[in-house]
T-cell receptor
Framework: KAGVTQTPRYLIKTRGQQVTLSCSPI?????VSWYQQTPGQGLQFLFE???????NKGNFPGRFSGRQFSNSRSEMNVSTLELGDSALYLC????????????FGNGTRLTVT | DQQVKQNSPSLSVQEGRISILNCDYT??????FLWYKKYPAEGPTFLIS?????DKNEDGRFTVFLNKSAKHLSLHIVPSQPGDSAVYFC??????????FGTGTSLTVIP
């Protein structure tokens, strides 16, 4: 079974630009979550989508948004990029049942200059 | 507010010995706990989990212990191998599907 696929792996953007990251979950997984990892920080929760609806949202500004499509694929968008948005963005999928773990992709490394 | 804490940023262990990684949490509503392993340039890989109704779960060389009264979680790796060198994250979940992660412990297993 294919794992979680994230594209692109690396991105370099300029301050003020916007960016869209893509995630394809494991087949059969309808929940997709997004996390941000920065040096010295753990994984910070951005949001979760299930059945095309945002179910949970972390403490990030409105510049961070996402969506999920009917095939469970998800995209995350960051507008008006800031230097502090440079991070590894991780997507994870799960069955969303009791005691089912998250399964992560390899992430998108975003660098904002 | 960091609800899951890993107070040791790094740990070094000799090959063949036991590695013990620790994690503390503050939210008594957490009912599912997990450990992930992360190599550079890869996403975290699920390692082992435990629900709050248990106090121990084993999977091969990996054992997770849960002490609910102390709000403490630990991962034991026995015997440690050089391939275990990675960053380990603990995570916890209450209701819903939002997971809270610690900041990670970098384990180095010395051959």
């Amino acid at each position: 079974k294919a794992g979680v696929t994230q594209t692109p792996r690396y991105l370099i953007k300029t301050r003020g630009q916007q960016v869209t990251l893509s995630c394809s979950p494991i087949s059969g997984h309808r929940s997709v979550s997004w996390y941000q990892q920065t040096p010295g920080q753990g994984l910070q929760f951005l949001f979760e989508y299930f059945s095309e609806t945002q179910r949970n949202k972390g403490n990030f500004p409105g510049r961070f948004s996402g969506r999920q499509f009917s095939n469970s694929r998800s995209e995350m968008n960051v507008s008006t990029l800031e230097l502090g948005d440079s991070a590894l963005y991780l997507c994870a999928s799960s069955l969303r049942s009791n005691n089912s773990p998250l399964h992560f992709g390899n992430g998108t490394r975003l660098t904002v200059t | 507010d960091q609800q899951v804490k890993q107070n040791s940023p790094s740990l070094s262990v000799q090959e063949g010995r036991i590695s013990i990684l620790n994690c503390d949490y503050t939210n008594s509503m957490f009912d599912y706990f997990l450990w992930y392993k992360k190599y550079p340039a890869e996403g975290p890989t699920f390692l082992i989990s435990i629900s709050s109704i248990k106090d121990k779960n084993e999977d091969g060389r990996f054992t997770v212990f849960l002490n609910k009264s102390a709000k403490h979680l630990s991962l034991h790796i026995v015997p440690s191998q050089p391939g275990d060198s990675a960053v380990y994250f603990c995570a916890a979940k209450a209701s819903g599907n939002q997971f809270y992660f610690g900041t990670g412990t970098s384990l180095t297993v010395i051959p």
